[in-house]
């Protein structure tokens, strides 16, 4: 055995990958495992109460742990048959990627739980995003899939509620002003978008180094910040080179047939019917596809993205345009692709949205982004995936 001190780090990372891929192989045997001893009433047999009590005292298990383990070999008990057995599987891609190590129980377990209302044909599509991303934005990709494939479905025949109005309460205790608000999606959107570039840490100088106020503080410096601009409404700030707007976008086609729906900055959806109204007020730009743009490709005169160029990064990327990330564009910075140092233009097409965590890591890691075809494509490192295959988020760009 070779001592792993001896190991470069690429090969080093790269045995991590394949004992984790070993694990999961084994960690599915043992699910089926467990869940043939449930099947059987084990429990009983032994004289517990529960399968999980068994295993707490078999393999010294906490009893959550022991619970957790019960919960998921019964949920994929079902989607994923044993090897060699005349059952066939529920979930047939599932199956396939389980015994090649590459969903670990935590993926199989959103896998199998959100095929319970998809249809058939989009276990493959959802097998596939899962092989790359983690179970968490799994479950963020199989909500939005769920989404688009009912989203035309006709109207149920009872009219749904209304949707409950603002709320807001205030009380003056100790010589502070308490406050808890309820607001609509695009009310509190509207209030994210106010509030995020006020709460941003302060710079660390030598004089005052770093900022040491939790967020909690921030954001309440912010709020009473932004009660002192609203008294004098024309020194607003801005916020990504322009003053603090809302983005409603959407395609031509659909704003013409008054169908499907818009898109916030922060993701969620707006029906079609809403949008024409919203567009009368002030600090809603509504973004259509396909529509008449701004002069955009500035060449080589300013280093920095100007609200013309940022305002269409975000209509394309709608945020971290980093595979699996789902922060919002007004938490994103605009990364030249070739630098600018290096030459590169200040431009649509050498620009892409990342989060400060992923634009770091694009800077330091050997992570790389490109354009292809017009979209920001990214490519893992050789030790993360060999083959270095193009990856987009499909999140983002659904």
């Given at each position: 055995?070779?001592?792993?001190?001896?190991?470069?780090?690429?090969?080093?990372?790269?045995?991590?990958?394949?004992?984790?891929?070993e694990i999961?192989?084994?960690?599915?045997?043992?699910?089926?495992?467990?869940?043939?001893?449930?099947?059987?009433?084990?429990?009983?047999?032994?004289g517990?109460?529960?399968?999980?009590?068994?295993?707490?005292?078999?393999?010294r298990?906490d009893?959550?742990?022991?619970?957790?383990?019960?919960?998921?070999?019964?949920?994929?008990?079902?989607?994923?048959?044993?090897?060699?057995?005349?059952?066939?599987?529920e979930?047939?891609?599932?199956?396939?990627a389980?015994?090649?190590?590459?969903?670990?129980?935590?993926?199989?377990?959103?896998?199998?739980?959100?095929?319970e209302?998809?249809?058939?044909?989009?276990?493959?599509?959802?097998?596939?995003?899962?092989?790359?991303?983690e179970?968490?934005?799994?479950?963020?990709?199989?909500?939005?899939l769920?989404?688009?494939?009912?989203?035309n479905?006709?109207?149920?025949?009872?009219?749904?509620?209304?949707?409950?109005?603002?709320?807001?309460?205030?009380?003056?205790?100790?010589?502070?002003?308490?406050?808890?608000?309820?607001?609509?999606?695009?009310?509190?959107?509207?209030?994210?978008?106010?509030?995020?570039?006020?709460a941003?840490?302060?710079?660390?100088?030598?004089?005052?180094?770093?900022d040491?106020r939790?967020r909690?503080?921030?954001?309440?410096?912010?709020?009473?910040?932004l009660?002192?601009?609203?008294?004098?409404?024309?020194?607003?700030?801005?916020?990504?080179?322009?003053?603090?707007?809302?983005?409603?976008?959407?395609?031509?086609?659909?704003?013409?047939?008054?169908?499907?729906?818009?898109?916030?900055?922060?993701?969620?959806?707006?029906?079609?019917?809403?949008?024409?109204?919203?567009?009368?007020?002030?600090?809603?730009?509504?973004?259509?596809?396909g529509?008449?743009?701004?002069?955009?490709?500035v060449?080589?005169?300013?280093?920095?993205?100007?609200?013309?160029?940022?305002?269409?990064?975000?209509?394309?990327?709608?945020?971290?345009?980093?595979?699996?990330?789902?922060?919002?564009?007004?938490?994103?910075?605009?990364?030249?692709?070739?630098?600018?140092?290096?030459?590169?233009?200040?431009?649509?097409?050498?620009?892409?949205?990342?989060?400060?965590?992923?634009?770091?890591l694009?800077?330091?890691?050997?992570?790389?982004v490109?354009?292809?075809?017009?979209?920001?494509?990214f490519y893992?490192?050789?030790?993360?995936?060999?083959?270095?295959?193009?990856?987009?988020?499909?999140?983002?760009?659904?």
């Amino acid at each position: 055995m070779i001592e792993t001190r001896l190991l470069s780090t690429d090969e080093l990372l790269r045995s991590v990958v394949s004992k984790v891929t070993e694990i999961r192989v084994r960690e599915n045997e043992l699910m089926q495992e467990i869940a043939e001893l449930d099947r059987r009433g084990a429990a009983s047999e032994l004289g517990y109460k529960d399968l999980a009590q068994v295993l707490r005292h078999a393999v010294r298990w906490d009893l959550t742990t022991a619970k957790k383990w019960v919960t998921n070999a019964g949920l994929l008990s079902g989607a994923i048959t044993p090897t060699g057995s005349e059952l066939q599987p529920e979930l047939p891609a599932t199956a396939v990627a389980v015994a090649e190590g590459a969903l670990s129980i935590e993926h199989v377990a959103v896998v199998a739980k959100a095929m319970e209302t998809l249809p058939a044909e989009a276990e493959a599509p959802l097998v596939d995003y899962a092989r790359d991303h983690e179970p968490n934005e799994v479950r963020k990709f199989a909500e939005d899939l769920l989404y688009r494939l009912y989203q035309n479905d006709p109207e149920p025949r009872d009219p749904e509620p209304a949707p409950p109005g603002n709320e807001h309460w205030m009380r003056w205790k100790n010589g502070r002003l308490e406050i808890r608000a309820k607001l609509d999606k695009v009310t509190g959107a509207k209030y994210e978008a106010l509030l995020d570039p006020l709460a941003k840490p302060r710079p660390n100088t030598a004089d005052e180094g770093p900022d040491l106020r939790s967020r909690e503080e921030r954001e309440g410096d912010a709020l009473a910040e932004l009660i002192d601009l609203m008294l004098r409404a024309d020194q607003l700030p801005e916020h990504g080179g322009e003053p603090v707007t809302l983005t409603l976008t959407m395609s031509y086609e659909d704003l013409a047939n008054r169908v499907g729906h818009a898109t916030l900055d922060n993701g969620d959806r707006v029906p079609a019917e809403q949008v024409r109204q919203f567009a009368c007020n002030a600090g809603i730009i509504p973004m259509v596809l396909g529509g008449a743009g701004q002069p955009l490709d500035v060449g080589r005169k300013t280093r920095t993205f100007p609200a013309a160029i940022r305002r269409t990064l975000v209509t394309r990327d709608r945020g971290c345009a980093f595979p699996g990330c789902g922060r919002p564009p007004r938490q994103c910075d605009a990364h030249h692709i070739r630098h600018w140092a290096d030459g590169g233009d200040t431009s649509v097409d050498n620009a892409v949205l990342l989060c400060r965590h992923h634009h770091t890591l694009i800077h330091q890691s050997k992570w790389e982004v490109r354009m292809v075809t017009g979209m920001p494509t990214f490519y893992a490192p050789a030790w993360l995936d060999p083959q270095r295959r193009p990856r987009r988020n499909l999140i983002n760009t659904a």
